[in-house]
């Protein structure tokens, strides 16, 4: 799957898998920002993204934390 800065689902679930026991709203951005693009099939540009898109992906990524949390 290819994603993008503009899939924050597809994103937040692959973030969620590869880090299941992460809570997402300890992780800083700078590193969000890095596991995004060391993601597998992550193809955008890196320096595409800003804190409105970090902020999507981090809001997908606590959906699927709080899944399994709750």
Known sequence: ??????????IGIEL??????????EVRFTDLHKWVTELDGFEDDPRQ???GLLE??????????KEENE
Request: charged share 30%; no cysteine.
């Open 56 to 65: 999507a992906i981090q809001m997908a990524w606590l959906e699927e934390w």
């Open 16 to 25: 969620f898998e590869k880090f299941p026991d992460t809570n997402p709203l």
């Open 1 to 10: 799957m290819k994603l993008a800065w503009d899939n924050a689902e597809d």
């Open 49 to 51: 993204s800003n804190e």
